[in-house]
């Protein structure tokens, strides 16, 4: 089974995103921000990662070019999902190293075909 | 769901049939209330008998198109269904091309609807475009619905719609931003052309091609008229050309002019181009 970490400062969201991947056989676990999810990719590197952009103490983009400069780094599928939708920040996080990008609002339709998208599904 | 009297239903389907070829089985009874209520609230009417008793009136030829439009709508994803798209890349345009020495494809979309096909061939080649130099698309969607040919046209959709199908690397390439809408580039879109079109009108108006797509709406028509299309669609089709097909259509059955392709799923080719081609490699001489 595929291991997603699902990154979110909302609740709601890490619970809504948690059921969707979860019915696409996904083992998750979750983190509230960057920090926290920096930390957690430390212990242990998942195979995705749904990302939000803005958290407190870390924001997603912030992350990701910490992540992508980790031992293993590179290996995780990262999934952008944020309400930023200007073509701007999509450019930016892809040259961060972004796989894939959801603006939301998303559904579990989205969520799908993205991670299809990113060879995820 | 509300109960549609079997007179009515009657009428509609007949209705149905005549102005499009749709046919209107009971098991596509669900659509009728999920498409037709909008109309029916936009006229002011209670529900589907009255808006049925007004489409009976005469002087009812606005709403009668209104109503053919919203059954024989299809909904659209970019690269819906994958396989042809890679058929048309791999596939279809290599095997075409040596023989086409302008480089130049005529290709059909027969089912537009709002544009997400012609433009996914379009996107599948532009992303091709050094291993394929000078080739040029010309391609022609069409569809019996105005208003999502005037979609297409403007190569405007939503970001629900740039979601499903479309990798967000094409999305940053071949799109613009425009308010809360994403709009296809100018390049992109000049590539296609669109027009209003029933599949039961002769063909021959629209000139020969060398790809014809028509997936998804065949499944609408009766045996016969299904036949009678693609008997039609082979006469504007050199004998190398192809056909495509929705992923649950079939021409087995069909006494038509065509056969599925050896190996790849939903190409058809013409029956009589499959009989002349050589056995693989029999020694010369």
Same mark, same amino acid.
């Given at each position: 089974?595929?291991?997603?970490?699902?990154?979110?400062?909302?609740?709601?969201?890490?619970?809504?995103?948690?059921?969707?991947?979860?019915?696409?056989?996904?083992?998750?676990?979750?983190?509230?921000?960057?920090?926290?999810?920096?930390? *957690?990719?430390?212990?242990?590197?998942?195979?995705?990662? $749904?990302?939000?952009?803005?958290?407190?103490?870390?924001?997603?983009?912030?992350?990701?070019? *910490?992540?992508?400069?980790?031992?293993? %780094?590179?290996?995780?599928?990262?999934?952008?999902?944020?309400?930023?939708?200007?073509?701007?920040?999509?450019?930016?996080?892809?040259?961060?190293?972004?796989?894939?990008?959801?603006?939301?609002? +998303?559904?579990?339709?989205?969520?799908?075909?993205?991670?299809?998208?990113?060879?995820?599904? | 769901?509300?109960?549609?009297?079997?007179?009515?239903?009657?009428?509609?389907?007949?209705?149905?049939?005549?102005?499009?070829?749709?046919?209107?089985?009971?098991?596509?009874?669900?659509?009728?209330?999920?498409?037709?209520?909008?109309?029916?609230?936009?006229? %002011?009417?209670?529900?589907?008998?009255?808006?049925?008793?007004?489409?009976?009136?005469?002087?009812?030829?606005?709403?009668?198109?209104?109503?053919?439009?919203?059954?024989? !709508?299809?909904?659209?994803?970019? +690269?819906?269904?994958?396989?042809?798209?890679?058929? +048309?890349?791999?596939?279809?345009?290599?095997?075409?091309?040596?023989?086409?020495?302008?480089?130049?494809?005529?290709?059909?979309?027969?089912?537009?609807?709002?544009?997400?096909?012609?433009?996914? $061939?379009?996107?599948?080649?532009?992303?091709?475009?050094?291993? +394929?130099?000078?080739?040029?698309?010309?391609?022609? %969607?069409?569809?019996?619905?105005?208003?999502?040919?005037?979609?297409?046209?403007?190569?405007?959709?939503?970001?629900?719609?740039?979601?499903?199908?479309?990798?967000?690397?094409?999305?940053?390439?071949?799109?613009?931003?425009?308010?809360?809408?994403?709009?296809?580039?100018?390049?992109?879109?000049?590539?296609? &052309?669109?027009?209003?079109?029933? $599949?039961?009108?002769?063909?021959?108006?629209?000139?020969?091609?060398?790809?014809?797509?028509?997936?998804?709406?065949?499944?609408?028509?009766?045996?016969?008229?299904?036949?009678?299309?693609? !008997?039609?669609?082979?006469?504007?089709?050199?004998?190398?050309?192809?056909?495509?097909?929705?992923?649950?259509?079939?021409?087995? %059955?069909? !006494?038509?002019?065509?056969?599925?392709?050896?190996?790849? &799923?939903? $190409?058809?080719?013409?029956?009589?181009?499959?009989?002349? !081609?050589?056995?693989?490699?029999?020694?010369?001489?």
């Amino acid at each position: 089974m595929k291991h997603c970490l699902v990154v979110d400062d909302s609740r709601v969201i890490r619970k809504v995103a948690r059921k969707i991947l979860e019915e696409l056989s996904f083992d998750i676990s979750e983190a509230e921000d960057g920090r926290i999810a920096l930390d *957690a990719c430390r212990q242990k590197m998942p195979d995705a990662i $749904l990302l939000d952009w803005n958290m407190p103490n870390m924001s997603g983009i912030e992350f990701l070019r *910490a992540l992508r400069k980790e031992a293993g %780094g590179e290996h995780p599928i990262v999934v952008f999902c944020t309400t930023e939708n200007d073509m701007d920040r999509i450019s930016e996080a892809l040259s961060a190293g972004a796989n894939e990008y959801i603006m939301k609002p +998303f559904d579990r339709d989205i969520i799908e075909a993205k991670f299809t998208e990113a060879g995820l599904v | 769901m509300s109960a549609i009297p079997s007179d009515d239903f009657a009428f509609l389907s007949n209705l149905l049939k005549r102005r499009s070829g749709l046919v209107l089985t009971p098991d596509k009874l669900y659509l009728v209330e999920s498409r037709l209520m909008p109309i029916a609230r936009k006229e %002011g009417l209670a529900d589907i008998a009255a808006l049925i008793s007004k489409l009976r009136q005469p002087g009812s030829e606005t709403l009668q198109r209104a109503v053919t439009d919203a059954m024989t !709508t299809n909904e659209s994803l970019f +690269f819906r269904d994958k396989t042809p798209f890679e058929h +048309f890349e791999k596939v279809i345009v290599p095997s075409l091309l040596p023989s086409r020495p302008q480089k130049r494809l005529r290709v059909w979309c027969a089912a537009a609807s709002t544009g997400q096909e012609p433009y996914s $061939l379009v996107l599948t080649m532009a992303e091709k475009a050094a291993q +394929f130099p000078g080739l040029s698309l010309d391609i022609l %969607g069409t569809d019996i619905c105005a208003e999502v040919i005037a979609r297409a046209q403007a190569g405007i959709y939503s970001q629900f719609e740039v979601q499903r199908g479309l990798p967000i690397q094409m999305l940053v390439k071949y799109f613009t931003k425009e308010g809360d809408n994403w709009r296809l580039k100018e390049n992109i879109r000049q590539q296609v &052309k669109y027009k209003l079109f029933n $599949l039961l009108e002769s063909l021959s108006a629209l000139g020969q091609f060398d790809v014809v797509f028509c997936r998804n709406v065949l499944i609408y028509f009766d045996r016969d008229t299904k036949a009678d299309i693609i !008997t039609r669609i082979a006469k504007i089709l050199p004998e190398d050309g192809y056909l495509i097909l929705g992923a649950a259509e079939t021409v087995v %059955g069909l !006494t038509v002019p065509f056969q599925p392709h050896p190996t790849a &799923k939903g $190409l058809y080719v013409k029956a009589a181009a499959a009989a002349l !081609t050589p056995p693989a490699k029999v020694a010369a001489g």
